[in-house]
Nanobody, 123 residues
Framework: QVQLVESGGGLVQAGGSLRLSCAGS????????MGWFRQSPGKEREFVAA????????AYADSVKGRFTISRDNAKNTMYLQMNSLKPEDTAVYYC????????????????WGQGTQVTVSS
């Protein structure tokens, strides 16, 4: 069982940057496939980015490709999402997720979820 805690959200102006972190517990963190998702009021949770167990394979939603970078440091049991050139439409609660299968998965089919961190981008 892994527990996930997100941090790094906040209020930023359009064009700015934020880095989200997702700290995981447990010895098996390095074997999990992981992802970032976001949800805005009235909308379904949507895929943002995913990374495999080693960090060697990643995937991104088209809406964030070229602006966001997902990475992980298994020695620190932490995953990151570097968000640059932020837009007002990036405003959402961002969730990190983990699954026992260590591969990249772009659907919400994850078994472990964090509590979320709010990102607000002002115009």
């Amino acid at each position: 069982q892994v527990q996930l805690v997100e941090s790094g959200g906040g209020l930023v102006q359009a064009g700015g940057s934020l880095r989200l972190s997702c700290a995981g517990s447990g010895r098996t963190f390095g074997s999990y496939g992981m992802g970032w998702f976001r949800q805005s009021p009235g909308k379904e949770r949507e895929f943002v980015a995913a990374i495999n167990w080693s960090g060697g394979s990643t995937a991104y939603a088209d809406s964030v490709k070229g602006r966001f970078t997902i990475s992980r440091d298994n020695a620190k049991n932490t995953m990151y999402l570097q968000m640059n050139s932020l837009k007002p439409e990036d405003t959402a609660v961002y969730y990190c997720a983990a699954r026992n299968n260590g591969f990249v998965v772009t659907t919400t089919n994850y078994s472990h979820w964090g509590q979320g961190t709010q990102v607000t981008v002002s115009s």
